[in-house]
């Protein structure tokens, strides 16, 4: 843990000063906020990934792979069309926000509480239908956007591409609050998370409140999926490799180890791929492909084993 | 003969529908005075039209070969890698001979399709047998894949927009008379699969049963193979990608008809048209005059259907 | 003494159970015995919470299920389903240190790590301690989660068909060992699928067919031929051999 706390600052410090020009100050506060954003992106995956994959029992799912982040696109595009362009687009962008995120935990917890719940026997099938909501989520997005404003090419291509390099600074205060308190109440129901990881009967027997617990994750899923989606756009199987290399470094099921391992995992894959792919190879927007590239490779294989559980 | 029929007859109507609708004004009765009226219907409706008829008859059809070659219904060219391993062959032949002419063009990109097609065969032959829906799933997740490498070449190489219009949203709004006849091949290849249809129901029994009945399985996987490729490639080329219809539709047919190909393929011809035609024509009304892609409207429509077939009985192969 | 007063279940329009109404002894090993989709397994998840109710009520030594805080349930009885794959790999130790999770909500006490180790020892499992439960086979795996159910150290044990997967030698063992617990103090209700491990273990038994109870009593009331032949509907033979029916179904 020390030393992958050391690696994510020497990631850091390579972002910000490698390569400094003349213009120094201009070129550090446009740098600390993308490494902000990233560090931001980084965590609020990893927790999102680490306990989805807690509440569903199941190791090779994210919740970008069921639908998660085509939800939330599905209902920033639903609530300008509901809402009209007048209203909502006087709101400042932190508190539109603050309604998108709120608006998706609902919609979240409608969806996949129920789906969890009842398709949690057939695993390959609960899977097939998180991809197959996300294709209808993203097509009606797409639809709606095309109602709005029948020229908008452009907002489709946004919500289909994620780029590290493009982090959605303005948002970036109110992310980094939900985000904090998303993380902290996540680490604060750690060991209960232990229990849940056990399956609902085992949990009820030993007294937890397993639905409520259930719930509540679901709720911080759905918080930190909308952050790292506003911030960058979607990125599917990142939180897989991030989540599957914390479980081997961990050792343990523990939560209190697995989160804080994870997000220094994520940190260290985004900081460090960001400086070597802008500064080494000149690669502005390519890191999210090249990470969702490996990860569904990743994915692919895993199935391929037969591991889906 | 009946289901087939009456889809005829629903074909008609919509047919006329699309005849009509458009921005431009137009008169059906003046055709034959007015010839601003009779350019429209000949160079933009009625070229549309048949481009749509086509594209849904081919992709149902291609849906159904798909579906015996891999013994599983959830898979179509869509979600199997096919369409992107197209989009992949194009985007080559637009780097190394941007100019070279459209045949090339469609050869590269069904020379693609095929290879990718074939590495989703033999990819899920390494899966366990029992896990039915496992199939769709390794498709869906190598089309996103083979999709991630087009979207990285095409980023590089500023051809993104153009893979944008083949990857994620096909549509008609473009095609006119001399653009689309590229569809009659793939429909001819479609037209291939069903004088073949009783090889492929047999493949469907299994490869011993087909070996046993003294057919060469190889041989008619290759046979789908080509068709499936063909025809999403030129799907794909001419107005892009169309989802779900290679899916859906065969199911609701051998649903209702079992999976005899020889009665079932121009069943599911017609439906896959008759689909394709009424929501190409939703998306044109219903931001009348500007429109919303088909494949838009075929990515709601369909996965509503999906999950519906994917919830209304137990998963069977 | 557990108390079900009134209990009906359904699912969608079947009917699981209907009006049951029963009391089980404390400090007593009962079986839960009955042809398939007798709704044995319904009643147990019911009465361990696992399952909401839809009529009736259910009492465990006085504490109303389900109005009783589920922390407070979870000190009183302790419940283990049929099969129970885990979303996380552990070792047998952290399992069943689980099991301990009623009494410090993730803060581990001298008193807890004491508990699980008797645990462990009751079970066999010290040898084991140290391995991952996936690498331990069925009957292993069976010990481990009921030496959980031990740690919890509550009063009442319900256990839902615990000799699933396990071979001749390990049933009897696990039986012997429930028994063990008995006369130690604790209650234990328990499904059965093999007739003969109620006969022998049990000192009461309820008998269940179609949703409501068809026989209740200790084991040389039930275990007759007659009772037996009209819950399972087949013709059988029981004899006595030291002094407990047994029952020859395979014949």
């Known amino acids: 843990m020390i030393a992958l706390s050391l690696a994510l600052t020497g990631a850091c410090a390579a972002y910000l000063f490698w390569g400094l020009g003349p213009k120094w100050q201009f070129v550090l506060s446009l740098r600390a906020g993308k490494l902000a954003g990233m560090l931001l992106v980084g965590a609020a995956v990893a927790v999102a990934t680490v306990l989805f994959q807690t509440v569903s029992r199941?190791?090779?799912?994210?919740?970008?792979?069921?639908?998660?982040?085509?939800?939330?696109?599905?209902?920033?595009?639903?609530?300008?069309?509901?809402?009209?362009?007048?209203?909502?687009?006087?709101?400042?962008?932190?508190?539109?926000?603050?309604?998108?995120?709120?608006?998706?935990?609902?919609?979240?917890?409608?969806?996949?509480?129920?789906?969890?719940?009842?398709?949690?026997?057939?695993?390959?099938?609960?899977?097939?239908t998180g991809v197959i909501l996300g294709v209808l989520f993203r097509s009606a997005a797409g639809f709606l956007a095309r109602l709005l404003d029948p020229n908008a090419f452009a907002v489709v291509q946004y919500a289909s591409f994620a780029s590290f390099a493009r982090v959605n600074t303005d948002l970036l205060p109110i992310a980094a609050l939900l985000t904090c308190a998303a993380i902290c109440a996540a680490l604060w129901v750690a060991p209960r998370l232990d229990v849940l990881a056990l399956g609902r009967p085992i949990a009820v027997s030993l007294g937890l409140a397993h639905d409520r617990l259930m719930l509540l994750a679901l709720s911080l899923v759905a918080v930190l999926v909308s952050v790292a989606t506003a911030l960058v756009g979607p990125i599917a199987f990142f939180g897989l490799i991030v989540a599957g290399l914390a479980h081997e470094a961990a050792g343990s099921g523990r939560h209190a180890r697995l989160l804080p391992m994870a997000m220094l995992i994520a940190g260290i894959m985004l900081v460090g791929g960001q400086t070597l792919f802008e500064r080494a190879l000149g690669l502005q927007s390519t890191l999210a492909v090249v990470i969702e590239f490996v990860g569904g490779l990743f994915f692919l294989w895993l199935l391929l084993r037969g591991r889906i559980r | 003969m009946r289901p087939?029929?009456?889809?005829?007859?629903?074909?008609?109507?919509?047919?006329?529908?699309?005849?009509?609708?458009?921005?431009?004004?137009?008169?059906?009765?003046?055709?034959?005075?007015?010839?601003?009226?009779?350019?429209?219907?000949?160079?933009?409706?009625?070229?549309?039209?048949?481009?749509?008829?086509?594209t849904g008859a081919a992709l149902g059809i291609a849906g159904v070969v798909m579906q015996q070659l891999v013994r599983n219904r959830f898979v179509e060219p869509g979600t199997t890698g096919t369409a992107e391993s197209a989009a992949l062959g194009l985007l080559a032949i637009a780097l190394i001979a941007p100019a070279a002419p459209i045949w090339v063009k469609m050869m590269a990109a069904s020379l693609a399709a095929m290879a990718?097609?074939?590495?989703?065969?033999?990819?899920?032959?390494?899966?366990?047998?029992?896990?039915?829906?496992?199939?769709?799933?390794?498709?869906?997740?190598?089309?996103?894949?083979?999709?991630?490498?087009?979207?990285?070449?095409?980023?590089?190489?500023?051809?993104?927009?153009?893979?944008?219009?083949?990857?994620?949203?096909?549509?008609?709004?473009?095609?006119?008379?001399?653009?689309?006849?590229?569809?009659?091949?793939a429909a001819a290849a479609a037209a291939l699969a069903w004088f073949a249809a009783d090889r492929f129901a047999i493949l469907g029994l299994g490869e011993a049963a087909a070996t046993g009945l003294g057919l060469n399985p190889d041989a008619v996987m290759r046979l789908g193979l080509v068709v499936v490729a063909v025809v999403t490639a030129l799907v794909i080329v001419t107005v892009g990608m169309i989802p779900f219809i290679g899916l859906v539709v065969p199911n609701i047919v051998a649903r209702g008809m079992g999976d005899n190909l020889r009665a079932t393929l121009p069943v599911t011809a017609a439906g896959g048209a008759a689909l394709v035609l009424a929501c190409d024509i939703i998306g044109r009304l219903v931001r009348y005059p500007y429109e919303v892609p088909v494949g838009t409207v075929l990515g709601v429509v369909g996965s509503l259907l999906f999950l519906w077939l994917l919830y209304r009985e137990p998963a069977r192969g | 003494m557990i108390e079900v007063q009134g209990v009906s279940h359904q699912i969608g329009k079947m009917p699981i159970l209907s009006d049951i109404t029963l009391r089980l002894p404390m400090g007593k090993l009962t079986a839960l015995i009955g042809p398939n989709g007798a709704g044995k397994s319904t009643l147990l998840s019911l009465t361990g919470r696992l399952m909401p109710l839809q009529a009736g009520q259910i009492r465990v030594d006085g504490s109303d299920i389900g109005t009783t805080d589920t922390r407070a349930l979870a000190k009183q009885m302790a419940i283990l389903s049929q099969s129970n794959p885990l979303g996380s790999r552990l070792r047998v130790r952290e399992l069943v240190s689980f099991?301990?999770?009623?009494?410090?909500?993730?803060?581990?006490?001298?008193?807890?790590?004491?508990?699980?180790?008797?645990?462990?020892?009751?079970?066999?499992?010290?040898?084991?301690?140290?391995?991952?439960?996936?690498?331990?086979?069925?009957?292993?795996?069976?010990?481990?989660?009921?030496?959980?159910?031990l740690a919890q150290g509550a009063e009442w044990l319900l256990l839902d068909e615990p000799l699933a997967a396990l071979d001749m030698a390990h049933a009897r063992g696990v039986m012997a060992r429930l028994a063990g617990l008995r006369d130690a103090g604790r209650s234990i209700v328990v499904v059965l699928h093999d007739i003969n491990h109620a006969a022998v273990w049990a000192d009461h038994i309820v008998a269940m067919k179609a949703g409501r109870i068809a026989a209740e009593g200790p084991p040389s009331q039930v275990c007759t031929a007659e009772v037996l032949g009209t819950i399972y509907d087949m013709e059988l033979r029981v004899m006595q051999v030291e002094g407990k029916p047994l029952v020859l179904h395979h014949l």
């Open chain 2, 4 to 54: 087939a029929l009456a889809l005829s007859l629903t074909l008609l109507p919509l047919s006329a529908a699309s005849l009509l609708i458009g921005a431009a004004d137009m008169n059906l009765a003046s055709v034959g005075t007015d010839p601003q009226a009779a350019l429209i219907l000949t160079v933009s409706r009625l070229p549309r039209t048949l481009a749509v008829i086509l």
């Open chain 3, 99 to 149: 099991g301990r999770w009623p009494h410090h909500q993730g803060r581990p006490g001298p008193r807890d790590a004491a508990e699980v180790e008797q645990a462990l020892h009751d079970m066999d499992l010290t040898p084991l301690a140290d391995r991952f439960l996936d690498a331990l086979s069925g009957g292993q795996r069976q010990r481990a989660f009921i030496a959980m159910t």
């Open chain 2, 116 to 185: 990718g097609t074939a590495l989703f065969l033999r990819l899920i032959r390494r899966l366990p047998a029992r896990e039915v829906l496992l199939v769709p799933l390794v498709g869906i997740v190598l089309s996103t894949i083979l999709g991630a490498m087009v979207t990285f070449i095409g980023w590089q190489t500023d051809l993104l927009q153009m893979i944008g219009i083949w990857l994620f949203t096909g549509e008609f709004s473009g095609v006119i008379a001399g653009r689309y006849e590229l569809l009659w091949i």
């Open chain 1, 58 to 128: 199941n190791r090779i799912l994210t919740p970008q792979i069921m639908g998660f982040d085509a939800l939330y696109i599905l209902m920033q595009t639903a609530l300008v069309a509901s809402l009209g362009l007048s209203g909502f687009a006087s709101l400042t962008a932190p508190v539109k926000f603050a309604v998108e995120v709120a608006i998706m935990i609902a919609a979240s917890l409608a969806l996949f509480s129920t789906l969890l719940g009842r398709a949690g026997q057939d695993v390959a099938r609960l899977i097939l």
